[in-house]
């Protein structure tokens, strides 16, 4: 039950942050591109490469605190992250056209998905 309310108290700090993020960077920098998502999506990534690194090298945390931040924190913030580190996993173990596949497909299979979800939801209030 920890490693739930770990996760949950995580998201909810995400969420605040990538709200917060996104606010910032459109007033920055306008919201004629989407820059906040991509900036969420690259510090999300960032991030988690360097928790990924640092728990493999030099750190051993708790299955709650880990959770707490990837799942948690940087699961609301970005899901990004974790596709971004999906495809490195698959690179260092020498998967290449896996990767890639996986790449290629979750980019196009999710604007699919959006597309599909949309297209339905117009159908039904139509």
Avoid at 2 to 13: P, S, Y
Wanted: proline residues 2%.
């Amino acid at each position: 039950m920890k490693l739930v309310f770990a996760i949950a108290f995580g998201g909810a700090l995400g969420a605040l942050a990538r709200y917060f993020v996104s606010v910032q960077v459109s007033h920055w920098l306008g919201s004629n591109i989407p820059w906040a998502t991509f900036t969420v999506n690259v510090i999300g990534s960032f991030i988690l490469g360097v928790l990924y690194e640092s728990g493999t090298l030099v750190w051993q945390p708790t299955a709650e605190f880990k959770a707490f931040l990837t799942v948690g924190i940087l699961g609301a913030f970005t899901t990004f992250s974790t596709f971004s580190l999906d495809v490195i996993v698959l690179i260092e173990r020498g998967a290449w056209t896996t990767a890639g596949c996986y790449a290629l497909g979750s980019l196009v299979m999710s604007v699919l998905g959006l597309m599909a979800g949309m297209m339905l939801l117009r159908g039904l209030v139509a």
